[in-house]
């Protein structure tokens, strides 16, 4: 009953073995080989395999990885090109590995967002071109978003209105109500929302008309700027936030004030989407381990009800850690992402189903 997770991220692999037998699954091992690598070979046979795919378009639940659902995972690719190529180059390299008789399982990490209230899923575009191409705000890091809102009920014993931001590599901010989701910073791909560590996040569509129009850059030298060279390292050199932290040049300051002040603006139309808040959940590398940045984005949030403990921000470094003041309304807490455990869940449900 052994299910092996694969989290294949923008800059990262995930592997991780848990015994499906148990309720919850129960975590056996884990092994962190660097991007690029695939070292399948030392690890034994599992029952299923489960994999994190970032975009699958209109599929949303988790399903079995046949013929069709690659081709539509591969369909997807260019609009989660850091993502989807990677996470098919794994999933052909489990199939080699271990054969067509282990099953394959594919969760999205749109399912999350699936059902968003219309509102928020809609761009303001003509609706024929809409209809044709399937254009919504999916929304991404959608297993992160559920496991901090997991262990935010399982640590705080609360439900009510939560933002959660997921903030590593890639970076993405959720506003959930008692575990639904009523909106998200990424949308039609990974790129909108949030500075990340080599993507921009929100810009004027506008001024991608002027590069083209002016700039002499074309449509794919476009999507290697947005991808690749834009972010953190487009404004101070460097994707990691640990070394702009140290870095005293005025252009590493530059992009760590941008960086809050776009997590400060969503925290902000998120609490109006929610109607006020219950909790700030931070999460992901650099949510986890970086309080000088958790510190700058709450900086100046008291009308909120955000009271900050500078001991307990400057000491947590997970895995769960409440760093609020005693009494603020709304309480900040610190938690590590376990979507391995969210991919073993998902994948328990086919054990069950060929039981």
């Avoid at 800059?11 to 148990?22: E, N, Q, Y």
């Avoid at 395999?49 to 949303?60: C, M, Q």
């Avoid at 989701?181 to 949308?187: I, K, L, Y």
């Amino acid at each position: 009953m052994e299910i092996l997770a694969v989290n294949v991220g923008s800059s990262s692999i995930k592997l991780d073995r848990f015994d499906g037998s148990t309720t919850p699954p129960r975590h056996i091992a884990a092994l962190r080989p660097s991007l690029g690598t695939t070292p399948l070979a030392e690890l034994p046979t599992p029952a299923l395999i489960v994999h994190r795919v970032v975009h699958g378009g209109a599929l949303a639940q988790p399903a079995r990885i046949d013929a069709a659902i690659e081709a539509q995972i591969e369909a997807c690719a260019g609009m989660a090109p850091l993502h989807n190529p990677p996470a098919l180059a794994m999933i052909r390299a489990c199939r080699q590995r271990f054969g067509d008789a282990v099953a394959q399982i594919a969760v999205f990490d749109t399912a999350f967002f699936a059902d968003l209230p219309a509102a928020a899923q809609a761009y303001a575009l003509p609706r024929d071109l809409i209809e044709t191409h399937g254009i919504r705000r999916y929304g991404f890091h959608g297993l992160a978003h559920q496991a901090l809102w997991r262990a935010w009920q399982e640590h705080t014993g609360r439900s009510g209105r939560v933002v959660t931001l997921q903030l590593g590599a890639g970076c993405s901010a959720a506003a959930i109500a008692d575990g639904r989701p009523r909106d998200t910073s990424m949308g039609f791909t990974p790129l909108e929302g949030l500075v990340m560590a080599t993507r921009g996040g929100d810009l004027d569509p506008g001024l991608l008309l002027h590069l083209l129009r002016t700039g002499g850059l074309d449509a794919a030298q476009l999507e290697v700027m947005l991808t690749e060279q834009s972010g953190l390292l487009g404004l101070a050199g460097s994707a990691d936030m640990r070394a702009l932290l140290v870095d005293p040049s005025p252009a590493a300051a530059h992009a760590i004030d941008v960086y809050c002040q776009r997590v400060r603006k969503y925290i902000g139309a998120y609490a109006a989407v929610l109607g006020g808040l219950d909790g700030i959940v931070f999460g992901g590398g650099v949510g986890e381990h970086a309080p000088q940045v958790r510190a700058g984005i709450l900086n100046g949030m008291q009308w909120l009800g955000v009271g900050l403990d500078t001991a307990a921000n400057a000491a947590a470094n997970g895995p769960a850690s409440c760093i609020s003041a005693a009494g603020s309304p709304c309480a900040v807490w610190v938690f590590s992402v376990d979507e391995a455990t969210e991919l073993a869940r998902a994948g328990q449900g086919f054990l069950t189903d060929a039981a």
